[in-house]
Every structure is written in structure tokens, then in C-alpha cells.
């Protein structure tokens, strides 16, 4: 059974920083592109940031320079360092497979909770 669980949201000023993180169990780790995603308020969800297991990492262009996506293998765990964040960030946060874990069965697309992100003063 896989699952993400995510973490680490919250409240931040603009300008501020928050990490997120997300236990990964029930897949082999190593062997799949990770990735965070957001979906604002009214918006569709995208893919901010991937990480493949050579540890390549892409970034969407509205968070280049501000995010760091990371691995820790020894714990199965992803991580997203936002920095100078801006109200635009704000939306739920989901981490995922790329492209997106699915069950190939009846029950489809997998996706966790996510955690919310909120920037306003």
C-alpha cells in the first residue's frame, strides 16, 4: 500500500521560508521520479519540483532560485525548502511520483492529504 504523508505547512509572512516534508512507504524509492506539487486556490494542481534518483532536479520557472527539492534515501523521505516565499505560493502541497503514482486498477490516482501553505501578511 503506498503512501505519502506530508507535512511541515503552515502561515508565513512573504518573504519568509518553510520546509516541507514527506514520508514515502510502499514503493521502492530510488527507483521513481519525486516530485512536489501545488494547487492554488481555484487552480489546478502543477508539478513545482522533481527529483529523479540520480538526483537531477527540474523546477517550474515561478519557483526557480526560491525551492530546493531534496531525497534522503536512508528514509524514504522528499523535502521542499521554499524560500522568499510570496503570496502566489500559497496552495495546497502534495508529493508524488512523476508522473503521478497510480494503482492501475479500480482505484486509479493515488494521492495523500498534502499540506497547506498560506503567505500573507
Known amino acids: 500500500q503506498v503512501q505519502f504523508a506530508e507535512s511541515g505547512g503552515g502561515k508565513v509572512q512573504p518573504g519568509g521560508s518553510l520546509t516541507l516534508s514527506c514520508e514515502v512507504s510502499?514503493?521502492?524509492?530510488?527507483?521513481?521520479?519525486m516530485a512536489w506539487y501545488r494547487q492554488g486556490p481555484g487552480q489546478e494542481r502543477d508539478v513545482v519540483a522533481s527529483?529523479?534518483?540520480?538526483?537531477?532536479?527540474a523546477y517550474g520557472t515561478s519557483v526557480e532560485g526560491r525551492f530546493t527539492i531534496s531525497t534522503d534515501v536512508a528514509t524514504n523521505s522528499v523535502y521542499l525548502r521554499m524560500n522568499s516565499l510570496r503570496p502566489e505560493d500559497t496552495g495546497v502541497y502534495y508529493c508524488?511520483?512523476?508522473?503521478?503514482?497510480?494503482?492501475?486498477?479500480?482505484?486509479?490516482?493515488?494521492w495523500g492529504q498534502g499540506t497547506q501553505v498560506t503567505v500573507s501578511a
Open positions: 508524488n511520483t512523476r508522473p503521478v503514482f497510480n494503482y492501475m486498477d479500480y482505484r486509479g490516482d493515488y
Open positions: 527529483i529523479n534518483g540520480d538526483g537531477h532536479t
Open positions: 510502499g514503493i521502492v524509492f530510488n527507483f521513481y521520479t
